[in-house]
């Protein structure tokens, strides 16, 4: 029997609450595969166990390894692992791969999920804050052997910011379609509506406001509930005020995985109505969309990103233009007033996620990309 292959997997913080898509792929490896992480900090460990991770031990060495990008505890752990390849999540997290990549001459695969790829367009690239990933970028991409984009318009801008096309993948993150299961829709009272996601103004949350609000100055009866925290919070608070509708919309902070997947069961259909923001920021694929799907809900989304993608409009829910609040409203209205309309789609739904995005079967083609990254060595 042929030795595990092992991977150094690198991610920035290991996990931020909304990486769920990050551990669900390395904890469904074949047992070909051994995964190691490493990261500058370690996250949520209650809602991610993961054992095999290492990040700089104290303030001091954490504090080096932020701003040199280097850890010498890490060097000594990949020079004695004999790893087979470097993985890195997002373009940042490549930033802390690449010392190890040139040292070591190791295979490098980079997945790129989406802000990662806007902050090198538009104002992000002055942000102080992102001068050694805007400096990095380019020699991160021509040292990478498979760089993995997570929707087609990504795979299109990583090709015309650099000369990759030859080695980038279209690489959809799969679901565990055991984690969410249909419930049962309201056909009686108020509908139920969902958006998840970080309070950022990509999310497209006041657009979905605008558009509720809509929908209710024409008489229907809906309920919509926002999943996340973030920095905009208030901006909809606000809004949700000063327009009196309270008693129709709900904050319910940050949920687990789980809280999440119980929640949808009794959500009628899921808005994500994803905006390019003013700095350029942008979707990869939300995995929302993903969720929602396995759950038997119909989604309204935009033609933003790669959302068009996991949504067949008209079929497994509707898509619409960005900031488009009239089509918006128009397409909740519709499913607010179609009970049978929104069963037939979430169906529909559940059948697309089986046959192209399950978990199992995408990370076995990711698999598949370490062994071509490992086959150009």
Known sequence: MPPKRKIALFSTSFLAYSQTFIYDEITSHSSDYEIEVFCKSRLNEDRFPFENYHNPKGKI?????????????????????????????????????????????????VTFWGNDVSALMGKQRYDPNRWRYILKAPEI???????????????????EIADVEHKTRLYHQGIDLTNFSPGTFSSDGPANILLIGRFTQKKGHIVALKAFKKVLDSGRQAKLTFIGDGDLMENCRKYVRENNIENHVNFAGVMTQKEIADHLKQTDMLLVPSIVADDHDREGSPTVIREASASGIPVIGTYHAGIWECIEDGKTGFLVAERDINTLADRITTLIDDPELRSEMGKNARIKMENEFNLQKQVALLESYYEEAISRK
Not at 61 to 88: C, M, T, W
Not at 149 to 157: D, L, P, R, T, Y
């Open 61 to 109: 060495a954490e504090y080096v390894y932020q701003n040199v990008a280097y850890s010498p505890s890490f060097n000594r752990i990949i020079k004695k692992g004999n790893f087979d390849l470097i993985h890195a999540h997002f373009g940042t997290g490549a930033v802390y791969a690449l010392p190890y990549v040139k040292k070591f001459n190791l295979p490098f695969v």
């Open 141 to 159: 991409l021509e040292r990478a052997d498979i760089v993995l984009a997570v929707s087609n318009e990504m795979k299109q801008i990583l090709s």
